[in-house]
């Protein structure tokens, strides 16, 4: 979590501001990484509804590639601008919703298995337990800024992965 937010933030390349805040998501009020992440499940959940059955999980996959890659080069770009991992930058959060969406198509209840997956990965993206803490506190850059959501990412699929096989 950034420690800058309260400090006013610097004049930075409109493009990477777009892109880094999610759509702007990371300015809005309170919880900006909940309202990116927020943004990240409805995204996915229409690419699911649009997309056949059969093509979401590699989609969901190139999804979270493309992101990291991109969310690394952006968030090291603002850094120059807005300092060490700003509050505004939530580009992280998408791929932390994206990799439990990898386990959430299952019919009727993909809907509820997505909504699990995006709030078990902010209840683990906020306590940041088992790895997380660690790597958001000594990894910098634009790395540290994606590499501690992949890790919650990761363990918000491996619970929901759980949930799922109980409950089918």
């Given at each position: 979590?950034?420690?800058?937010?309260?400090?006013?933030?610097?004049?930075?390349?409109?493009?990477?501001?777009?892109?880094?805040?999610?759509?702007?998501?990371?300015?809005?009020?309170?919880?900006?990484?909940?309202?990116?992440?927020?943004?990240?499940?409805?995204?996915?959940?229409?690419?699911y509804l649009t997309l056949p059955v059969d093509i979401i999980l590699p989609v969901t996959g190139m999804l979270i590639v493309c992101n990291f890659i991109v969310g690394v080069w952006t968030s090291n770009i603002m850094e120059r601008y807005w300092g060490q991992d700003p509050r505004t930058v939530n580009i992280d959060e998408f791929i932390g919703v994206w990799i439990p969406c990898l386990v959430a198509p299952c019919g009727d209840n993909t809907l509820?298995?997505?909504?699990?997956?995006?709030?078990?990965?902010?209840?683990?993206?906020?306590?940041?337990?088992?790895?997380?803490?660690?790597?958001?506190?000594?990894?910098?850059?634009?790395?540290?800024?994606?590499?501690?959501d992949v890790l919650a990412g990761v363990y918000a699929l491996i619970i929901l992965y759980g949930i799922k096989f109980i409950m089918l």
């Open positions: 979590m950034s420690n800058n937010n309260n400090r006013r933030l610097g004049e930075a390349p409109c493009f990477h501001v777009i892109l880094s805040t999610g759509l702007g998501t990371g300015f809005l009020p309170w919880m900006p990484g909940t309202w990116g992440a927020l943004l990240a499940l409805a995204v996915w959940y229409g690419l509820l298995m997505a909504f699990l997956g995006f709030a078990l990965f902010r209840i683990i993206d906020i306590f940041k337990p088992l790895g997380c803490r660690w790597i958001d506190r000594n990894v910098r850059g634009g790395w540290g800024v994606m590499l501690d």
